[in-house]
């Protein structure tokens, strides 16, 4: 069964770090994309940041870049998502999604989504 799982999440304090996982099954993520998208209480979902299939490209969104980064471990099927110096506008529901091959955070792209992980910063 092809499917995705988050972990990882929980309330932190402004400026703190977690690392969310996403756990693959069922294929291979270095054949796959893979993106994290977020949603927040009455807002859109919105790409968070992605990683590509073999070369490994990468794409984040300009409200992330130099706080977050995403990961392969090809070892573990796993990819990551480092996320340093949280702001309370990072709160959401954080997902990973498996599909196609380029670095893009369209969401089109994306068949196979996980449950989410709640990511909650504050004080």
């Known amino acids: 069964q092809v499917q995705v799982e988050e972990s990882g999440g929980g309330l932190v304090q402004p400026g703190g770090s977690l690392r969310l996982s996403c756990a693959a099954s069922?294929?291979?993520?270095?054949?796959?994309?893979i993106g994290w998208f977020r949603q927040a209480p009455g807002k859109e979902r919105e790409g968070v940041s992605c990683?590509?299939?073999?070369?490994?490209?990468?794409w984040y969104a300009d409200s992330v870049k130099g706080r977050f980064t995403i990961s392969k471990d090809k070892t573990k099927n796993r990819v990551y998502l480092e996320v340093t110096t949280l702001k309370p506008e990072d709160t959401a529901v954080y997902s990973c999604?498996?599909?196609?091959?380029?670095?893009?955070?369209?969401?089109?792209?994306?068949?196979?989504w996980g449950q989410g992980t709640q990511v909650t910063v504050s004080s």
């Open positions: 990683i590509g299939s073999s070369d490994s490209s990468t």
């Open positions: 999604a498996a599909g196609g091959t380029t670095e893009s955070c369209n969401s089109a792209q994306y068949a196979v």
């Open positions: 069922g294929f291979t993520v270095d054949y796959h994309a």
